[in-house]
Each structure stands twice: as C-alpha cells, then as structure tokens.
C-alpha cells in the first residue's frame, strides 16, 4: 500500500471539532509542517492533546483550539510558550490540565481499546477539581480510591519521523520517541511527515529496524518534508532554531501572531517558509542542544 | 574534611541540598534548575555514589554532566536508555527524589507550577502547567529548592493551583494515609525547611548564618515552627567546593540569586 501523500492535501484530511494529538515533546521534533498547513486551513474548534510547545501556542493563537489537553507548553529555553499563555490569560480555550504520565496513561487506554486505567496520580490535588470529567472509583482488591483516566482518544495524530518508506514504516533516531508510539496507536488516523523518503530494503538492516517503534499498520500517510519539524528539533539531523524562537516570542510582545504568521506562513507554501528561514541548508546546520 | 571559609550563598544552598540525597541509597534524583542540577551532581560525586542521574535529555549517566557548554570532544558516560515513557516507569516505582522548585508552597506542603490567579478558566499568570508535579508528589520523595524565600512563595492560603498532594486533611483521598507522602526539605535563601513540626507544620532546620527566626516568620505566609534549639547550617567544605567548581565550571551558580550574596552575611 502507497500512503505516500503531498503536504498540500494534507489539511483537507481534517475536520472541525476533531480531537489532535501531536508528537514530540516542546520544542523537539514537532510535525511543525503539518501545523502550518492547519494554520492556512479553514479547519476549527479542535481539541489538542500534547507535550506542548510552539505547535499548541500557534494553533490557539490563530483561533484553531476549542480545547487543550496538556501537562505542560514551554519552548524549554523560553519557559513559558507566549502564545498559549496569552489564551489562557484571555481565558480563549478551555483547558484539560493533567499530569505527563497521566496523558501517557491516556493514551495507553485508547491505544489498549480500555475506557480508561487506574492510577494515584492526581489524587489530592486540583487535576481532580478542575477535571470534573475525571472519576475516581474504589478498588476491587484494596480499600483505597483511584483515579480512573479515561482513554484519550484521537481521531487523528500528527507526527514528525527521520525516515519511512511509503508503506508507513516510520523511524526514529532521535535520542527519544517521546510519546509518539502512544499517540500513533491511540489514533484512528496517524499522519506522519518525515525528512526522507527511503525504500523498505533500508530497513533490512537491523540496526536501523531497531529504530522503528510501531508497526505500519498504525500509519495512515506519510507526508515527505524535509526540515518539517523546524523551528523545533530533529535531533540527530538539527536542533531547534534559538533565534527564530526568540523572533516568535518577542511577536508575542509587539505585533501579535497575526504578524508572525503574515511573515512567514500566510499564503507560502513550505518551501517559501524554508527559504524565509534561511532555507533547508541552514536548518540542517542548526546546532543540536546541550542539555 | 576542612569547612571553606568564604563561600556564597548559592554554593551554601547547593551543599545543604545535596545532603538530602545522603541516604536515599539508589535511586534516580533528579535536580530541576541549576542550584538543585548542581545539588544533585554534588550527592552523586561524595556521600552518594550509588544514586542514578539522567542527562536531561534521554540517557541515564554513570557519572554526572558537567552543566553549561561543554568541549567539542565531551563523550557523556551513558548506561542506559532513559527516554520519558522510562522516566515515567522510573516515577511510579517510587524509587526517585526529586528537588523541584515552585512558584508557591502552601502551609500543607503543597506546591504551585501551574499558574497564579483566583480564576481557574483564565489565571492572571499562565506558568508551566501542573507538568509531572502531581505523579511526583504521590510516588517518591521530594525536596523544594527556593532562591527568594518571601510570603509570595510561602503563601498565606493554599496554592493557586494545588498540583501537589501535600498534608491537607481535606483533600486526603480515602484509603490513603500522610504517611505515605514523602516531603522531605525546602531549601531558602534563608534557611533549611521541613514539614516535620507539630501536626506537618513546617519548621525550621536550619539557618544560614546571620539569619534570625523573626525575619523566617516575616518572609513567611503562615506560622513556622521554631523547635527548641536551632542550629545553624553547615558550611560547604572545601572538598565540596572543589567538587561544584568541576560540575560547574562556568559559574552558572552565581548567577541564580540575586547579586550573588556571601554564605556568611557581612
């Protein structure tokens, strides 16, 4: 099966009120290319769920997000991502504000086909009081009470991968997948950009099979875009773009994001952001970070 | 072991944290910020060699980073994988202590990353979000580091947003005892904390030379207990300096409190 798919059809794919997970984890390795194509798109009110970074500041600064399922937003080095600050202090989006592990607990239900799993995280603190979707249930083998997180299930996930082939082999070489073998399997529909396009034999080697974290049938499409994650990492290829992210957050103080995205994302096309950014040559050359 | 005669009080802050860490034998300790990185370094190069430390990234080390930039030929000492869904794993297991630092602390050792404000749906201060503070606080032991200790910290009312299960009798989900939550330390600019007082009361366990117990209690939001006798915290060693001058050869640590202040007030 050929689920090669162009970056252009790829927003299309989508629908209003749709519940999004993306990938990565802050500003490392997000499917930001698929993220600018949802920023062009006409498509609204979603719920994203996410280790957030600039993906969930840009998409509620531009008036996609209904809701925002998340443990935390930060540009790492820029603590706090500016854009979803702003929502929040506006109060624009509502929010399911969790633990970390308790989204990969999540995500793990959903994936599991289980409606949700028992868990003391959250207990005595106001993740139960401000979730009141959340329940807390007793337990048929001790006297205590447990969280019960449901299965948050995504009706697509948005991904960003070294490599695949085109039947929806994915792989990673990154010093971590983060979340993202949870996101694919919780989601009816993964969409997975990737650096390089590369045929299946390249996976027969074992030293690079070794790299891949789920299986193809968990991959609906695979959206060739080299450089897609910038201005976020994709460590070992880049790292994330410093400079750039300051020019986002300082956008944040003058000018809104409407200029940001009138600068480098209103009516260009992938290519034209690259060469706004100083082009793939440059974002490859991006120094990885010191931890 | 020859105490240092002069020493700032970053580098006192740092000792008296890494000294949290003496007995916990081995677990993952995990210092978020420079004072508590560099604490938790420390620990791993003197009184605790047995504890695990990752690289903040993705790998767990057999001997800790160095923090800052580091030499272009600079090969970290992995020994095992330690990707977030491990850390995760590592968390629920209970066998960590983490050193964190928040925004607010409560009089029930609750504590506040989250945001600040009264209204939930739209704070006046979005901060980081609850991050993995709520999984901590029920599964292993932790210690808070605070560079200012003052009454915005030390709040008078609970937490803006509690992400923390603490020592709050109202909040204690059935079945489970205090007993069971592990607060260890705080540690101030001022002083050496913990939650052991009279009915979880935080108390003093130290102060840092010249400090007074009226200027604790003024900083403070709600009452500190004063145990009988106070004693005043221990100075770094010079072994100890020597250790933090290696793991922290670009002085990041005297850049973290305000005009880097002497140990010892002059």
Same mark, same amino acid.
């Given at each position: ?21 993306? @990938? ?28 957030? @970074? ?86 048929? $083998?001790? %006297? ?10 995504? %009706? ?11 039947? @929806?082999?994915? /792989? ?18 993964? $969409? ?31 959206i060739p875009v080299a450089g897609g994650a910038h201005p976020t990492s994709c460590s070992p290829l880049y790292g994330f773009d410093v400079p750039h992210f300051k020019e986002y957050n300082a956008f944040a103080k003058e000018g809104g994001f409407a200029a940001y995205f009138d600068k480098y994302i209103n009516g260009r096309?992938?290519?034209?952001? /690259? /060469?706004?950014?100083? @082009? ?10 010191? $931890? | ?75 970290? !000492?992995?020994?095992t994988w330690m990707g977030f869904s491990r850390i995760f794993d590592n968390v629920w297991s209970g066998k960590r202590h983490l050193t964190g630092g928040p925004t607010q602390i409560d009089r029930f050792a609750q504590a506040n990353i989250s945001a600040l404000g009264s209204d939930y749906r739209q704070p006046k201060v ?29 709040? =008078?009312? #609970? ?10 009798? #109202?909040?204690?989900? !059935? ?38 117990? =009226? ?16 004693? #005043? ?9 020597e250790i933090i001058r290696r793991i922290d050869p670009h002085n990041l640590r005297s850049k973290q409190l305000k005009d880097n202040p002497p140990g010892v007030r002059a």
């Amino acid at each position: 099966m050929n689920k090669e798919m162009a970056l252009s059809s790829f927003a299309s794919e989508l629908r209003d009120g749709m519940t999004i997970g993306v @990938g990565g984890w802050g500003p490392r390795r997000k499917p930001m290319a698929l993220i600018r194509e949802i920023l062009k798109s006409d498509v609204k009110d979603l719920t994203i769920v996410a280790y957030g @970074g600039a993906d969930v500041g840009m998409l509620c600064a531009a008036g996609k997000v209904k809701k925002v399922v998340f443990a935390f937003v930060s540009l790492d080095f820029i603590p706090l991502e500016p854009f979803f600050r702003a929502a929040r202090q506006n109060g624009d989006v509502e929010v399911m504000e969790i633990d970390e592990g308790m989204m990969l607990l999540g995500l793990r239900a959903a994936a599991w086909g289980s409606p949700f799993i028992p868990t003391r995280i959250g207990l005595g603190t106001d993740v139960i009081r401000h979730n009141p979707e959340l329940k807390v249930i007793d337990s048929p $083998y001790d %006297d205590k009470e447990w969280l019960a997180m449901p299965a948050l299930k995504l %009706d697509a996930a948005l991904i960003h991968v070294d490599r695949a082939d085109r039947r @929806g082999v994915c /792989q990673i070489k990154g010093p971590d997948i983060y979340m993202d073998d949870w996101m694919a399997r919780a989601a009816a529909k993964t $969409y997975v950009s990737c650096e390089e396009i590369v045929e299946s034999d390249y996976f027969a080697d074992e030293d690079e099979a070794r790299f891949v974290f789920w299986e193809r049938t968990m991959t609906s499409a695979v959206i060739p875009v080299a450089g897609g994650a910038h201005p976020t990492s994709c460590s070992p290829l880049y790292g994330f773009d410093v400079p750039h992210f300051k020019e986002y957050n300082a956008f944040a103080k003058e000018g809104g994001f409407a200029a940001y995205f009138d600068k480098y994302i209103n009516g260009r096309s992938e290519e034209d952001y /690259q /060469q706004a950014v100083g @082009g793939l040559d440059a974002i490859r050359k991006l120094a990885l970070p010191v $931890y | 072991m020859t105490n240092a005669i002069e020493y700032s009080l970053a580098e006192l802050m740092i000792c008296a944290n890494a000294s949290a860490y003496d007995n916990d034998g081995e677990v993952l300790v995990t210092g978020i910020g420079v004072l508590p990185r560099i604490a938790a370094s420390l620990a791993m190069l003197s009184n605790n060699t047995d504890i695990m430390m990752t690289d903040s990234e993705a790998w767990l080390l057999s001997e800790p980073n160095p923090i800052g930039p580091r030499p272009a030929d600079f090969r970290q !000492k992995n020994e095992t994988w330690m990707g977030f869904s491990r850390i995760f794993d590592n968390v629920w297991s209970g066998k960590r202590h983490l050193t964190g630092g928040p925004t607010q602390i409560d009089r029930f050792a609750q504590a506040n990353i989250s945001a600040l404000g009264s209204d939930y749906r739209q704070p006046k201060v979005q901060m980081l979000g609850v991050r993995g503070f709520p999984g901590n606080s029920i599964c292993h032991a932790n210690s808070y580091l605070v560079p200012q200790h003052s009454t915005r910290v030390f709040v =008078e009312g #609970e937490c803006d947003v509690v992400c923390t299960i603490g020592f709050n009798p #109202e909040r204690l989900p !059935k079945g489970y005892s205090f007993d069971e939550i592990d607060v260890r330390q705080v540690y101030t600019n001022l002083g050496v904390f913990d939650f052991r007082g009279p009915d979880r009361q935080m108390q003093i366990v130290s102060l840092h030379p010249g400090v007074t117990v =009226e200027e604790v209690q003024a900083n403070t939001g709600f009452p500190v207990h004063v145990p009988d006798t106070i004693v #005043e915290t221990a100075p770094p060693t010079e072994a100890q300096l020597e250790i933090i001058r290696r793991i922290d050869p670009h002085n990041l640590r005297s850049k973290q409190l305000k005009d880097n202040p002497p140990g010892v007030r002059a």
